[in-house]
């Protein structure tokens, strides 16, 4: 069954809060600059997948998309913003943009 985004953070921040990251005390500060950091991160390492050739390992790398997916998840969490909203706002927006002159 699919879930909506708001589930899929529910289900982000069950995990984070199970692990202890959310705790003042916690190793891994999960703030929002090192959330982006680790997005950021972790996007790099779907480009690995892509270094030598164009066939990636479909199992490796929907680990990866997922990493990617969850860290986004959180940062839009941690900074409060309505990602469903903003990936509309943006669909729409990328309808109207002018891409003969990109």
């Given at each position: ?22 705790r003042e005390t916690s190793p891994s ?74």
């Amino acid at each position: 069954m699919a879930k909506s985004i708001d589930e899929l953070t529910d289900e982000m921040n069950r995990f984070v809060d199970a692990m202890g990251w959310y705790r003042e005390t916690s190793p891994s500060p999960q703030t929002p600059r090192n959330i982006a950091i680790s997005l950021a991160l972790e996007a790099a390492e779907v480009l690995e997948h892509y270094q030598w050739g164009e066939d990636a390992d479909r199992a490796s790398l929907g680990s990866e998309l997922a990493d990617v997916a969850l860290y986004l998840l959180q940062l839009a969490y941690l900074e409060e913003v309505d990602l469903e909203r903003a990936i509309l706002d943006k669909l729409e927006a990328n309808y109207k943009r002018d891409w003969s002159k990109e």
